[in-house]
C-alpha cells in the first residue's frame, strides 16, 4: 500500500523516462517478431497511461481528495483539498478532519458517519466545512473504508465535491424565506412557537413569533432558548406544562385559557424523529372577540334588552333547578307574578318610549326592595317574576308584598311626565301552589288574575279552589264579549240629591248584566273587561244607551237633571274620545248640560297634560265633569286646581267610617273645605244611613248618593218612583 500511496504522490509513472525503458527492452530481444509485438504492447500502455494522467489531472483539479489512517489522520490531501481548506499540505498531513470543523453540524451527525464507515461501509453526505481563513464551504461527500487482506480497515479515502455555491445561494434562498417568515409572523395575529426540551428535560422554546406575541408583551428575541417556566406567568404554568408534557408523549393537544385579559386557543403538534418526539409546533390564536360574541349571545338569549332582567328562558331552567331540588330536600319555596296595573293605558297614551322608560324604573324599583342573592324576572310586556329560594311562611312573604307594592307607589318622573303606577301579585307556594314550574307559575298568574279581579294593587295567595275561579272568569268573559256585541246588557240608576233641599239633582247610570238569568256583580265583570281589553266597547255601549235614555225622559217630558256616566281611564285617554262623546250626542239629540262625566282619580295623573287637554275640551262642549272615588288615589289637593272639575265625590270608604274613626272625619272635613274651595260640589257616596246623612248635612256636604236614597234600579222604576213624584228624601 505504501507504493500505491508513492505512486499516487510522484503521479509522473513513477519518475521514469518511459522511451528509454522501451529502447532497453526492444534490445534485449532476439527476433524481430518479438520485438514488433513488445513494440505494439508498450505503445498502447503508454498512450492508456497518458488517458489516466490526464485523468487524474482533472479529478485532481475538480475534486476534493484526501486518504486518512484508520484513526482518522489526514496522510495524503491534493491540491484542490490545500486550495479550498486554505492549509498548506504540512498543516494538514498528520491531522484530524477537525481541522476544519465548521460547528456546523452536532455531535450526533459525526457519530452517525463513523458508525457507517466504521462498519465497513460508504457514507455519503453533505457537510459545511470552515477554511483557515474562517470561511465557510460546502462540499459533497463520498468516503470509503479500504481493508486489507484479513478485512481490516486500513484507510479512508474520501473523495469530496465543492457545492458551495449552490448551497450558499440556497442558503440566501433560506435567509430570505426566513426574514419573509419573521415578516408574516410579525403581521399573522396568532403565535407560532416550538418546543423542544434541553439536556435537563426541560422545556424551552426554540422559536416563538408572531404578532400575538408581541401583542401580548413578551419579547421574542429573549423568549427564545429561554425555559417556558421563565416565560410563562405562575398562575398558568402548571396548567400549560402539563398541556406540553402530554403532546410530547405523542399527543395532539388542543386547549383554551386566560392570559392577560384574553381568551387564547392553543392547538399543539409533535414532531417525531425516529419514531420519538423531539419537539412540538404551537399555533396560538386570541379568541377574545369570539369569546365575548359566544357570551354576549348566551346573555341576549337569557336575558330581556331592555331591562337587562333574566327572561322567561332563564326563568325556566333556574326554577326547574330550584323545583328539583326542594322535591328532594321536602322543602318549600315560593314564586311572585307580578303584573302593573293598567300598564297598556299608559303605553297607548305616552308612547313606547315613556313606557319602556317606566319599566326599566320598575325593574331596579323591584330589585331594590329584595336582597341581593333573589332575582327578578321579566317574562312578559309589564310581567315580572320573584323567585324565593329559601322556606318562607306566608307572613314573611306577605311582608314582601307589602314591601314590593309600597316601593311602586310613589311616582315616576320621566320626560317632564309625573307617572303614577301599581302592581298586582299572585303568589304560589311549593308544592301546595304547584309542583312543577309550569304549575307554579300558571297558578301565581291565576292567583293574579283574581286579585286585580277585586281591585288590584294588591296581592293573592293561590289556593286549589283559584283554578275553578280563573275558568269562569275566562268564561265570563267570552260571555261578556258577546253579551256586548249583542247589546244584552242593561242600565240602572242611582239618584242623588241635594242636602241643601232634599230634592233630586240627577242620576248615575250603571251598566248591569244578567247572564242567562245569572246577575253578574259589576265587581266581578268590570275589571275583566279592563284586562280584556273589552272596556272600551263597553263603555261605548253605555255612553250611547245612557244619553238614549236621557233624551228619552226628556222627551217624555221628565227631567232627570244631570246623569253621570263613568269613563275609564283607557277610554279617556283615547285620542279622540271628545270626538266620541260629541259623537254620540249629535247621534242621540241630546244637549250636553244633561251629561256629566265621572273620571276616577288616578286616571286624572296618567297624563296630566293630555287629560287637561280633553277635560277642557269636554267642558268647552257644554259637558261636566266629576271626578269619583277621591281619596283612593295618587292625586293630591294641588291637582285638583288644574283640572276643570265640577264635582267631587268622596269614596265610600272614608263616608262608611268617619263616624267610628276621627282622623276619616277630618279627611272628609279636609275635603269638603278644599273642594268648596276650589268651588266645586262635593257628593258623598255609600250613604246608607240617617246617621250619616245628618253628620255629612253638618258638614255642608252638597250632595249624596247611596242606599239611603235608593239602590240603583231600572230606567222604568226610575221613572215611576222619582221622575214621576216631587220626590223629597226620608224624613230627619
Not at 563 to 576: F, G, M, T, Y
Not at 696 to 702: G, I, N, Q, Y
Amino acid at each position: 500500500m505504501g507504493d500505491f500511496i508513492k505512486s499516487i504522490q510522484e503521479l509522473n509513472y513513477g519518475g521514469l523516462d518511459i522511451d528509454n525503458v522501451f529502447s532497453d527492452l526492444l534490445q534485449k530481444l532476439n527476433t524481430i517478431e518479438q520485438k514488433d509485438l513488445l513494440e505494439t504492447a508498450l505503445k498502447s500502455l503508454k498512450s492508456k497511461l497518458d488517458f489516466y494522467k490526464v485523468l487524474l489531472d482533472a479529478v485532481d483539479e475538480s475534486t476534493i481528495i484526501a486518504i486518512t489512517d484508520a484513526g482518522g489522520k489526514i496522510i495524503y490531501a491534493n491540491d484542490k483539498f490545500i486550495e479550498l481548506s486554505k492549509y498548506s499540505l504540512e498543516e494538514l498531513i498528520g491531522c484530524t478532519h477537525a481541522i476544519v470543523k465548521s460547528e456546523y453540524h452536532d455531535d450526533d451527525f459525526f457519530e452517525s458517519m463513523w458508525k457507517v464507515i466504521t462498519s465497513g461501509n460508504i457514507w455519503q453526505g453533505e457537510v459545511k466545512n470552515k477554511a483557515k481563513d474562517g470561511s465557510y464551504y460546502w462540499v459533497k461527500s463520498t468516503i470509503l473504508p479500504v481493508m486489507n487482506s484479513d478485512n481490516i480497515i486500513e484507510y479512508y479515502i474520501s473523495i469530496r465535491t465543492d457545492i458551495t455555491e449552490g448551497k450558499l445561494l440556497k442558503e440566501q434562498m433560506l435567509i430570505a424565506l426566513e426574514e419573509e417568515y419573521k415578516q408574516t409572523m410579525q403581521v399573522m395575529d396568532s403565535l407560532v412557537f416550538r418546543v423542544y426540551k434541553d439536556e435537563k428535560n426541560c422545556f424551552r422554546y426554540k422559536v416563538f413569533e408572531g404578532k400575538l406575541a408581541k401583542d401580548l408583551g413578551f419579547n421574542i428575541e429573549t423568549v427564545k432558548n429561554s425555559l417556558v417556566k421563565d416565560v410563562i406567568e405562575p398562575n398558568s404554568l402548571l396548567f400549560i406544562l402539563q398541556k406540553y408534557e402530554a403532546a410530547f408523549q405523542g399527543q395532539n393537544v388542543s386547549y383554551k385559557y386566560e392570559l392577560k385579559d384574553r381568551f387564547l386557543l392553543t392547538s399543539l403538534t409533535p414532531h417525531f424523529r425516529n419514531g420519538e418526539v423531539y419537539e412540538v409546533i404551537g399555533i396560538t390564536k386570541d379568541i377574545t372577540s369570539v369569546i365575548k360574541a359566544r357570551e354576549k349571545v348566551y346573555y341576549m338569549a337569557y336575558h330581556d334588552d331592555l331591562t337587562k332582567l333574566p327572561n322567561q328562558r332563564k326563568l325556566n331552567e333556574v326554577l326547574k333547578e330550584i323545583v328539583f331540588e326542594c322535591s328532594l330536600n321536602n322543602r318549600q319555596m315560593s314564586l311572585m307574578y307580578i303584573d302593573l296595573d293598567r300598564f297598556k293605558v299608559i303605553n297607548d297614551t305616552l308612547g313606547y318610549f315613556i313606557g319602556d322608560s317606566i319599566l326599566q324604573n320598575i325593574s331596579n324599583r323591584l330589585q331594590e326592595a329584595l336582597d341581593e342573592n333573589i332575582n327578578v324576572y321579566r317574562v312578559g310586556g309589564d310581567d315580572f317574576v320573584i323567585v324565593f329560594n329559601e322556606q318562607l311562611d306566608k307572613n314573611e312573604i306577605r311582608n314582601k308584598c307589602i314591601q314590593i307594592l309600597e316601593n311602586l307607589e310613589s311616582p315616576f318622573y320621566i320626560d317632564m311626565h309625573e307617572v303614577f303606577i301599581s302592581a298586582t301579585i299572585g303568589v304560589s307556594i311549593f308544592p301546595e301552589g304547584g309542583k312543577t314550574p309550569n304549575d307554579l307559575v300558571k297558578n301565581a298568574s291565576i292567583a293574579l288574575q283574581l286579585a286585580k279581579g277585586k281591585g288590584r294593587n294588591q296581592f293573592q295567595f293561590f289556593d286549589e279552589y283559584m283554578s275553578g275561579q280563573y275558568h269562569d272568569s275566562l268564561k265570563i268573559e267570552g260571555s261578556l264579549k258577546k253579551a256586548i256585541l249583542e247589546g244584552n246588557l242593561d242600565l240602572h240608576f242611582q239618584p242623588k240629591i241635594s242636602l241643601n233641599d232634599d230634592g233630586i239633582v240627577g242620576f248615575e247610570a250603571l251598566v248591569r248584566w244578567n247572564d242567562n238569568g245569572k246577575n253578574i256583580s259589576p265587581a266581578q265583570f268590570i275589571p275583566i273587561a279592563e284586562e280584556s281589553g273589552l272596556i272600551t266597547k263597553l263603555g261605548e255601549w253605555v255612553l250611547f244607551n245612557s244619553c238614549k235614555q236621557i233624551k228619552k225622559w226628556l222627551d217624555e217630558g221628565f227631567d232627570p237633571k244631570r246623569v253621570s256616566v263613568n269613563v275609564s281611564a283607557v277610554e279617556l285617554q283615547h285620542p279622540d274620545f271628545v270626538g266620541k262623546v260629541a259623537g254620540v250626542l249629535h247621534e242621540t239629540g241630546l244637549n250636553p248640560k244633561y251629561l256629566e262625566i265621572e273620571i276616577t282619580e288616578n286616571s286624572l295623573i296618567t297624563e296630566l297634560d293630555q287629560t287637561i287637554t280633553t277635560l277642557n275640551k269636554l267642558r268647552d262642549i257644554g259637558v261636566s265633569i266629576a271626578i269619583d272615588d277621591f281619596g283612593t288615589g295618587y292625586s293630591s289637593f294641588s291637582y285638583l286646581q288644574k283640572f276643570p272639575i265640577n264635582s267631587l265625590k268622596i269614596d265610600q270608604s272614608f263616608i262608611k267610617r268617619m263616624l267610628e274613626d276621627e282622623s276619616q272625619e277630618a279627611i272628609v272635613r279636609a275635603m269638603i273645605y278644599v273642594g268648596h274651595s276650589f268651588k266645586m260640589k262635593i257628593v258623598a257616596e255609600g250613604v246608607e244611613d240617617a246617621e250619616t246623612y245628618n253628620f255629612l248635612k253638618a258638614l255642608k256636604c252638597d250632595l249624596i248618593q247611596g242606599y239611603y236614597i235608593s239602590k240603583p234600579m231600572p230606567a222604568d222604576i226610575i221613572t215611576e218612583e222619582f221622575l214621576k213624584k216631587c220626590y223629597k228624601a226620608p224624613g230627619v
